[in-house]
């Protein structure tokens, strides 16, 4: 059983057992455990009293620095005010101005914002709106999905059923019934060591018109994809690509969803993938930067069209049959209030772009450094792919994570892929620390 903190080694928890930990091999963890126990601005303190350099933003998310000041208070004096309030028939003052805050971080002025706790969410949030969106507009027969192979989009069975990782997907059964999947636009025979956005693979979008011409267009509610895959480590799209998407999208009818997660708030640079890349979904999944990881948060941003189609019926009904207990929590609406003040005051977007050369640079004199089979970068994101140790697949890459912390530096790793994502309040002087850390590690890991 789990002791009193007066009787544990302070700091560490003497009972690692109870917790089934997400994404994680539990027992290697769990016979040499790595744990962290304060964090602030770019470091993390671990159980043994190191300092640890944050190269992943934590997972992505924690962008502003950890411990920010004005969105810590913001919290508390939240929790003090109000701890909860419901969002059903009820609301808070709170949740609609980090919605009307949220929609201002794109360009038109009228756009919707439903509020989940996690990208999970957003994302099974976003295709049950799509599919409906479709039905109240009297195409009920537009049920399909369209995913993307090494797409991510969360562990609910929505996401699953478009995501394309097969890890992901083959262990839960039968999945959503409907949904089909563009290929992928990762090809080292093409692609490899591309700084930014490869020049070839655009003609991969035109597989869109296949699945199209298969299934018809009538059948088809909405394509999901990542404007750049994150979790499969930074597959950037090929320039052109995402373009003839929204093209073929449009011309059938069928939603174009950009899943932002990742993205979203200025990891490009940009508020959003859609303004870096200069395609307009018509719905974004959002999470991670939007509270700075504080708070879990989630949503998905919709085009006025998409929500009027529901504003339809007799007032007193309710238009969409879907919500959570927290969406729009207090705290998490607090949280994402002073996000995006913090954002917005340090000019986040802006600093993001400047440090993107420093990252690209930095990144790529890692190529000629043995066992390195690919490098990859846009905005503060790049993924180093490693050739995997035969007959041994993650093991190249877990030994350059478990040397990276030896060296007081959190990387991220998937299969042989290691991901950097510094946040947006690293000095050029510490992206290169991380790289060259990076290379210390990559050359210990043979
Ligand atoms: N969509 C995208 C594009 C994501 O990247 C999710 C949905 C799901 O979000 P939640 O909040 O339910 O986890 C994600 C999450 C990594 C990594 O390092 C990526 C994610 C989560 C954890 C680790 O690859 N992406």
């Known amino acids: 059983m789990y002791e009193t903190d007066e009787n544990a080694t302070p700091g560490v928890p003497n ?53 920010r000041a004005p969105i810590v208070e913001a919290v508390q004096r939240q929790v003090a ?30 756009d919707h914002v439903f509020f989940t706790n996690s990208g999970s969410e957003a994302v099974d949030t976003a295709l049950k709106i799509a599919i409906a969106y479709h039905r109240v507009r009297g195409e009920a ?20 059923s478009v995501g394309g990782i097969s890890g992901n997907r083959k262990f839960f059964g039968s ?40 299934h018809d267009a009538s059948t088809i509610a909405a394509v999901i994809v990542e404007p750049v895959q994150g979790s499969s480590a930074v597959v950037v799209p090929p320039v052109g690509y995402l373009q003839k ?29 859609a303004q870096r890349f200069g395609v307009t979904p018509d719905m974004i999944t ?39 207990t927290y969406s729009g929590h207090p705290m998490a609406a607090a949280a994402a209030h002073a996000t995006l003040d913090a954002i917005k005051e340090e000019g986040s977007f802006k600093r993001a772009r400047e440090l993107e050369p420093a990252l690209e640079q930095g990144v790529h004199s890692l190529k ?45 790793f998937t299969g042989d892929t290691i991901a950097i994502a510094p946040p947006f309040i690293s000095t050029r002087a510490e992206i290169e620390t991380m790289i060259e850390k990076l290379r210390v590690a990559i050359r210990a890991a043979r």
């Not at 744990?35 to 933003?57: C, E, F, N, P, W």
């Not at 027969?141 to 929505?158: D, K, S």
């Not at 998407?245 to 011309?251: G, K, P, Q, W």
């Not at 450094?369 to 877990?398: H, M």
């Open 368 to 412: 000629g450094e043995s066992g390195v089979a690919d490098i990859r970068n846009i905005g503060l994101a790049a993924a180093v792919e490693l050739e995997p140790i035969p007959a041994k697949p993650g093991l190249r890459a877990l030994k350059v994570f478990e040397r990276g912390l030896e060296e007081g530096m959190l990387f991220r």
């Open 286 to 324: 959002f999470a991670k930067i939007v509270t700075n990881g504080v708070i879990p948060m989630g949503g998905v941003i919709v085009k006025p069209a998409i929500y009027e189609a529901f504003m339809t019926g007799p007032e007193i009904a309710v238009e969409l049959f879907h919500g959570y």
């Open 245 to 273: 998407l929204r093209e073929i999208c449009t011309r059938h009818g069928i939603l174009l969803i950009f899943d932002e997660v990742i993205t979203g708030f200025g990891r490009l640079g940009e508020p959003f993938g």
């Open 81 to 110: 005010r109000m701890d909860y309030a419901p969002s059903f028939q009820m609301g808070h003052p709170v949740a609609f101005e980090a919605a009307a805050k949220l929609a201002a971080v794109l360009p038109g002025d009228r």
């Open 15 to 67: 009972n690692l057992e109870a917790f089934w930990m997400p994404f994680t091999a539990n027992r290697q963890f769990k016979s040499n455990p790595r744990l962290l126990v304060a964090a602030k601005d770019m470091h993390y303190t671990s159980h043994d009293g190191r300092q640890i350099l944050d190269g992943t933003a934590g997972l992505w998310c924690v962008n502003a620095g950890h411990g």
């Open 175 to 214: 999945l959503l019934p409907g949904v089909d999947h563009l290929p992928h636009t990762h090809d080292l025979a093409h692609n490899a060591f591309t700084r930014g956005q490869p020049g070839w693979g655009a003609h991969l979008a035109d597989e869109l018109e296949r699945i199209v011409a298969l």
């Open 141 to 160: 027969a537009r049920t399909r999905l369209i995913g993307r192979e090494r797409g991510y989009h969360g562990v609910g069975f929505g996401g699953i």
